[in-house]
């Protein structure tokens, strides 16, 4: 059974930082391209940032850019989601991805909330 386990997430200041992580267990992780998505209420699932297997790395050019970076350790079968100069904006559900050949797992989200 797959699963994603996504942690890290919690209250910050507007500027403060946040360092996310998503174990994943029962998939073959190293051959798994892995994302980062968020949500915010009532607005649908938005992609923040992406690194596949051959750690290509793709950042959502809109908000992430410049300020999230992804990375992944194989050994441990762990994404994170490095978050900088947080915003007031940037508070949403944030949810790992696990995606090959149109399969996709997901994570049940941690919560990340900054305070302006």
């Known amino acids: 059974q797959v699963q994603l386990v996504e942690s890290g997430g919690g209250l910050v200041h507007t500027g403060g930082s946040l360092r996310l992580s998503c174990a994943a267990s029962g998939l073959d992780f190293s051959n798994y391209a892995m994302a980062w998505f968020r949500q915010l209420p009532g607005q649908d699932r938005k992609f923040v940032a992406r690194?596949?297997?051959?750690?290509?790395?793709?950042t959502n050019t809109e908000f992430a850019q410049g300020r999230f970076f992804i990375s992944r350790d194989n050994a441990n079968n762990t994404v994170h989601l490095q978050m900088n100069d947080l915003q007031f904006e940037d508070t949403a559900v944030y949810f790992c991805?696990?995606?090959?050949?149109?399969?996709?797992?997901w994570g049940k989200g941690t919560q990340v909330f900054v305070s302006s």
């Open positions: 991805n696990a995606g090959r050949n149109g399969t996709n797992y």
């Open positions: 690194i596949t297997r051959n750690l290509v790395k793709a």
